[in-house]
Each structure stands twice: as structure tokens, then as C-alpha cells.
């Protein structure tokens, strides 16, 4: 990963809140003003302003980077740098942080931000009943303690040298203290953008903060507009006839038509972001580790690199952890498509057959359904049968994602391997989608989170994707770069940031009127 190490981190966390707030460089003549529309798929009409929901780009871009601040901010460069944290800094075994908050900000109501603020918005993580994927992050937070108005000391359970980079979980978002539903219901932060419309599920429309802490290094846009467009064919329809500057998730099939485009471009960066199967492992037959195994040997990721990505990624190896993670195990033995592999492990697992369900929606990502049923024709000829169950794309992440026993899912990935791991590898987190618990791979979870030795580390996250490559229960051929379609008449900068969609979900923070 490029930017500050771990060890730096330790080291020289105060120099990092001095970075570039805006994470781009700045040109040389940069237009303030104008407005900048999006539209965006991952919008749904129970969306609202409580970061813990927060699961897809609509709500993410709105809120983290739009009308919300986090502690700390990873810069498109992949640099980790303060946002409302100005500085920080850890005890020698990385067990107690001390974070010094950035004064003079206010909150769009006009309350000042400061100590009580952070305390009071992450305990919401931890609050009884909370479905937070951010739980286990705070959770591992032994004691919060105000040390002034503008200083939080934090006390972990153990030694995390990535605790910084986990404070700009986009989950993480920080509220007034005292006033939190009211925060929520209105959306109320310290972002750059105050919120003018908010229709859940349809459009959110905002306007810049004058005399933002920020100042004029970044938010350069005096309105923006998020519009909700799912439907794949009528977001490509709106770039090319100029109804929005902007779109997410471009379908490789017409890449063609944009190319053709004088008036639109499109970005490409490459990142962490994974599609994948997830199975419930507590679930039969998926609790059977050669059923997982056959399942694995079963699917062809070539050809759906081929096929779905059209050559826009790679092949993945069934671990999360990808080409811009800094322990990436890239000369891992590749798993490949071995359909006698695969009817050996059914065997071994008492069956000359299988019959199961895949639910899939393009919801889960673009070309999920055809994805599914490239694995259906593939896994047949072992004796595994798949049924594609083709789900509404309303609704699929709260009514399928995490309840159904083998679906279609997304990550954009995560800045660093502990923080991916925590987030949907941890045993009992809530987004631990394949209710994976494995004592060894728990164990080095824990080692290497507290571990501050590079090398050591590299070793323990190394064996980790070993593990999940032969016995996990997610099923990730393929990483899929971040390709989105941008109108000319938006300046953008020459550094894209990769750690999610839509330069990291930052685009109305960081890109222009050109």
C-alpha cells in the first residue's frame, strides 16, 4: 500500500494530520462553483442518514462524502491523513491512542464539534441491539475517555497498529452529541454539503458549506445532486444524453457506445473490489468442508473475468485481500476450475450429487445473474446443480444478502487486511457473511492485529489466505476494477482513489466543474 506504514503510522502520526484535507493534488487553476450531478446505482427507499444502514455507493458518497466527516480520511493515494481528527498518536504496543480533534469546526446546526461528539457517535455501534457492520471496530474499544474539548484517548483491547485507518469506516460517521436523532432524521453533520432534499431511495440534493473547515482545497462544487438510478440501461442513457455528469458501475457491454462518446470518458482504476459467493457455513451442506471445496473447484473464474468483467479485473483466489493491500499473497497457487476436483470432494463428502440454490440480482453487482448462471453451467458436469434464483433488486441487501444460505455479494475491499478481515471474517461480526469461524484462522486474527513486526505479519496474513483459499466460505473469483463514466465538462484529478467506487466514494468532495 502506498503512503504512511504501519510503523510510520505509529510513528508519525502527528505529521499525518497535516496532510492534503482534500487527498488530491491541486491544480494549478481550480474552478470553484457550478453544480455536479450523479447518478448512482445502490439506492434504496429505506435508506437514511444513520451511517450503521450505510451498505452501498448511494448512501456512502451522500453521506461520508458529502453531508458527514469521519476521524481520519484515506487519501486517494492511499495515504491515511486526519479529517476530523487533526493528529494522533499510540502507546509503544499500539493499546492506547490519543487523537487531538480539529477545532473551529461546526456541525450545520451551528453546535461546535469536539470530544463528546466522537464519544457519543461511535458507543452507537456498541449500543444494545446495534446491527452496526461497524460493531466489531468499536467494539474492540476497551474505555473512551474525553481528556479536553478537543482530545479523545482511546483504550483497545489489544494492540492494533490499523486503529487510525479504522476510524474512516464509512460507518463511522460523527453526529452532535445530545442531538443524535434529530442528526439523523435531518442529516446533520460537519461535511461539506448541507442537505437541501433527501427523498430515500429517489434523489438527495445538497449545498456547500460557506466558511467550511476545509476551506478551498476541496469542495469545489456550489450544489450537487445524487439521483437514484438502479436500472443499468437508463444510468448509461443519462451520461450519454448529459442528464447527470457522472455514473458508477458501468456495464462492459456498451462500454463501446461511451468510448464513442466525444463527450464522456471513462475511469479505471484498480483496487480491492471483489465479487463473490458467500454460503452459510453453519448451514448444510455448506457446514461440509468438501462440499465448499467441490464448490470451489466447480466454478470457472477465468472464463468470468472473461465474460462478466470483459478483461476490467482478474482472477481472485477466494481471499478478500487484493493487488492494493500492502500483505497481498499474489504468489498464492491458483485455484482452478477442475470439474474431476470438484466430483472428488462431493464424493468425499458422501455425495454423488448436489442440488442447491444461488440467489442472484445485478443489485449484488453487475452481471451477478449471468455470473451465476456461467457457475451453473460450469459446476453440471461434476454433479453439482444450481439453481439460479433470480432476486428484486429492491430490497436484495436486506432481504436476501445475510439470509439466504448462498448468494450473490459485492466488497469494494478495505484499506488493510485487518480491517477487511474484522469487518466479514471475525467470528459473530454482524457482516460475517458466511458465519465463518475457524480457531486458527481466529488466532492469527488476533496475533496479527497486535503484531507490529512487518515481517511477521506478512507470514501470519499470509497463512490466513491459505485458509480461506482451501476451507472458507466464500467462493471470490474475481476482482473487478472501479469503472465508471464521467462527463468533459467535470475536472477530475490525476490521482483516483481506489478503496471504493467513484474515487472512493469522494467524488463531490474532490472533482470540479473543468
Request: glycine fraction near 8%; hydrophobic fraction near 40%; charge should be negative.
Amino acid at each position: 500500500m502506498n503512503g504512511i506504514s504501519r510503523r510510520g503510522l505509529l510513528q508519525t502520526g502527528a505529521a499525518a494530520g497535516v496532510l492534503s484535507l482534500s487527498g488530491m493534488p491541486l491544480r494549478a487553476q481550480q474552478t470553484r462553483g457550478g453544480k455536479f450531478t450523479a447518478g448512482l446505482s445502490g439506492a434504496n427507499t429505506s435508506d437514511s442518514w444513520d451511517g450503521r444502514t450505510h451498505s452501498d455507493v448511494f448512501m456512502i458518497a451522500a453521506a461520508l462524502g458529502g453531508v458527514f466527516d469521519a476521524l481520519t480520511e484515506v487519501a486517494a493515494d492511499g495515504s491515511l491523513q486526519g479529517e476530523l481528527a487533526e493528529s494522533w498518536e499510540a502507546s509503544a504496543d499500539a493499546k492506547i491512542w490519543t487523537f487531538n480533534l480539529r477545532q473551529g469546526v461546526s456541525f450545520h446546526n451551528g453546535k461546535s464539534f469536539g470530544a463528546d461528539d466522537v464519544i457519543e457517535s461511535l458507543q452507537l455501534h456498541v449500543a444494545e441491539g446495534s446491527k452496526s457492520a461497524a460493531q466489531p471496530l468499536v467494539a474492540a474499544i476497551t474505555e473512551m475517555k474525553k481528556m479536553g474539548e478537543h482530545q479523545v484517548q482511546f483504550t483497545l483491547e489489544s494492540g492494533n497498529a490499523d486503529f487510525p485507518y479504522l476510524m474512516s469506516d464509512y460507518h463511522l460517521l460523527m453526529y452532535p452529541a445530545g442531538q443524535i436523532d434529530e442528526a439523523i432524521a435531518q442529516g446533520i453533520g460537519t461535511g461539506l454539503y448541507s442537505v437541501v432534499a433527501f427523498d430515500p431511495g429517489v434523489r438527495f440534493v445538497g449545498k456547500r458549506v460557506e466558511n467550511h473547515y476545509k476551506g478551498d482545497s476541496a469542495g469545489f462544487f456550489d450544489e450537487v445532486e445524487l439521483i437514484a438510478i438502479n436500472d443499468n440501461t437508463a444510468r448509461m442513457n443519462a451520461l450519454m444524453t448529459g442528464q447527470v455528469d457522472a455514473i458508477n458501475r458501468i456495464d462492459f457491454k456498451v462500454e463501446a457506445l461511451l468510448n464513442a462518446n466525444p463527450n464522456v470518458r471513462l475511469q479505471e482504476v484498480t483496487g480491492n473490489q471483489h465479487y463473490s459467493f458467500p454460503m452459510l457455513t453453519d448451514n448444510a451442506p455448506f457446514d461440509d468442508v468438501n462440499v465448499r471445496k467441490a464448490l470451489k473447484y466447480g466454478i470457472n473464474r477465468q472464463e468470468l473475468v472473461d465474460k462478466i468483467l470483459l478483461g476490467h479485473g482478474k482472477v481472485a483466489n477466494d481471499t478478500p485481500i487484493g493487488p492494493a493491500n500492502q500483505y497481498y499473497a499474489e504468489d498464492m497457487e491458483q485455484l482452478a476450475y477442475d470439474p474431476d476436483k470438484a466430483a472428488f470432494h462431493l464424493k468425499e463428502a458422501g455425495l454423488d450429487s448436489l442440488n442447491i440454490d444461488l440467489s442472484a440480482s445485478n443489485a449484488a453487482f453487475e452481471g451477478a445473474v449471468d455470473a451465476a448462471q456461467l457457475y451453473q453451467a460450469s459446476a453440471a458436469s461434476s454433479g453439482i446443480n444450481i439453481n439460479v434464483v433470480q432476486e428484486p433488486a429492491d430490497g436484495y441487501w436486506s432481504n436476501v444478502w445475510l439470509k439466504k444460505p448462498f448468494c450473490a455479494c459485492y466488497w469494494t475491499g478495505r484499506a488493510t487486511e485487518d480491517w477487511m478481515f474484522s469487518s466479514a471474517y471475525e467470528a459473530g461480526v454482524p457482516w460475517n457473511d458466511s458465519h465463518w469461524d475457524h480457531p486458527r484462522f481466529q488466532e492469527l486474527l488476533y496475533a496479527a492485529r497486535a503484531e507490529l513486526d512487518s515481517d511477521k505479519r506478512r507470514e501470519q496474513y499470509t497463512e490466513m489466505q491459505l485458509i480461506l483459499r482451501d476451507e472458507g466460505g466464500v467462493i471470490i473469483p474475481m476482482f473487478a476494477n472501479y469503472v465508471q463514466g464521467v462527463s468533459n465538462r467535470i475536472s477530475t484529478p490525476e490521482v483516483i482513489g481506489n478503496t471504493a467506487q467513484m474515487d472512493s466514494n469522494r467524488m463531490m468532495e474532490r472533482w470540479a466543474v473543468a
